[in-house]
């Protein structure tokens, strides 16, 4: 990864570069952000950079021997903290059993979300986290005083995932830490760090990525088709592996658009028709799909509440596909201000509890209850 293979944030690498340009750089770096930011690409960059015998003014040069070993992720003073899963076999929950998976997973993907990362590790059910013996890895790496670059770097991502008891034990490190050695922690949620250990570091912002940027990406992939393309960066949230995903062909977005509709009726005509047919099968339809696509589904579920609501309001602000335009028209009469909130509520818990890892049969379930409850039994008229 070199700065210039990222897109954007271009304010947070001239941050980065300057630092070393000025020789102050920080031996803790938080590098803060949501999910989708190249947050974790800009940390392997940097700490590339802090290691190139010939870097630039604007990149690492590339091509020198510390450059080269970077390329692979692979040298030997780039050190990588993530979130692993505690399995059976294993005796210890470290990173470095899973360092293979990880250069392989991070090399194709350099804008790896931790969904991504679990399904690398194929633990679709499994929550991972850093636990205390990588805090004491730590610690025996740091303390081996060889060098081979110029910095020893620790790049941790998702410290958000360290128990308290890996927490308590990575403050005393950052308290006093040897020289040359800098952690650039890569967090999507600072503010679940411990106060004590966030306040050890030096927080970098990495935005979300500007629209710009997005459309730049994701034009060339749609076909120069300009309308979607705005459509999908509205929905994107500064996310590039969001924006990437929405905008996979069409037929992907209809079939969201139809698990809405599935779930709109199939709960509709449970609750107020005592037919549990359609539910049982949007249920079970869900049921078969991954952690990676239920979270597509509720954040899509999420707009459609929010647009049929527009709509009713202002239609010229919705912002819909022509498929979208025509399911809403004739459904809009059961969102409305009375349930519009309760029903957005209900998907973002269902969506809270995806991401917690939740039970998938029993979230959905409990979703589509709710929202039949939430519906009227007859549509207003407005
Ligand atoms: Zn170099």
């Not at 020198?64 to 990588?80: E, N, Q, T």
């Not at 303390?143 to 941790?156: A, D, H, N, P, R």
């Not at 306040?199 to 990406?217: G, T």
Request: hydrophobic share 45%; charged share 25%.
């Amino acid at each position: 990864m070199l700065f210039g293979s990222i897109v954007g944030q271009e304010v947070v690498k001239k941050k980065l570069i300057r630092s070393v340009a000025e020789n102050r750089v920080g031996h803790a770096l938080l590098l803060s952000g949501p999910e989708g930011n190249g947050a974790l690409a800009l940390a392997v960059a940097f700490a590339r950079y802090l290691n190139c015998t010939a870097r630039t003014p604007e990149d690492s040069c590339g091509t020198c021997p510390s450059c080269r070993k970077f390329a692979r992720l692979a040298h030997p003073d780039l050190h990588f903290v993530f979130p692993v899963v505690r399995s059976a076999s294993s005796r210890k929950a470290l990173s470095d059993e899973y360092l293979t998976e990880w250069r392989e997973t991070l090399l194709a993907d350099p804008y790896l979300t931790y969904e991504r990362w679990l399904g690398a590790l194929d633990s679709e059910n499994k929550q991972a986290g850093i636990f205390v013996d990588e805090s004491d890895q730590i610690v025996r790496k740091l303390q081996l005083t060889s060098y081979e670059g110029l910095y020893k770097v620790i790049v941790f991502w998702l410290p958000e995932k360290l128990n308290q008891q890996a927490a308590n034990k990575i403050l005393k490190i950052l308290e006093e830490p040897p020289a040359r050695t800098v952690f650039l922690m890569v967090s999507e949620a600072p503010l679940m760090l411990l106060p004590t250990l966030r306040s050890r570091m030096q927080e970098v912002e990495v935005p979300p990525l500007d629209d710009a940027v997005l459309m730049e990406q994701i034009l060339p992939l749609m076909d120069g088709d300009a309308g979607r393309a705005r459509l999908v960066v509205q929905n994107a949230c500064g996310s590039l592996p969001r924006a990437l995903l929405l905008a996979r062909p069409e037929e992907d977005e209809e079939a969201l658009l139809q698990q809405f509709a599935n779930l709109m009726r199939g709960s509709w005509a449970f609750i107020h028709k005592a037919n549990i047919g359609p539910f049982t099968e949007w249920c079970e339809m869900m049921a078969g799909l991954k952690r990676e696509q239920h979270k597509m589904f509720l954040s899509y579920a999420l707009r459609m509440v929010r647009e049929c609501f527009v709509i009713s309001v202002q239609p010229t602000l919705a912002v819909l596909s022509p498929g979208e335009q025509e399911f809403l028209r004739r459904f809009r009469g059961y969102i409305s201000v009375t349930n519009a909130g309760a029903l957005a509520n209900e998907l973002s818990l269902a969506l809270r509890d995806i991401e917690a890892n939740g039970n998938k049969n029993l979230v959905f379930w409990d979703l589509g209850m709710k929202v039949g409850a939430l519906l009227p039994s007859i549509a207003s008229s407005s």
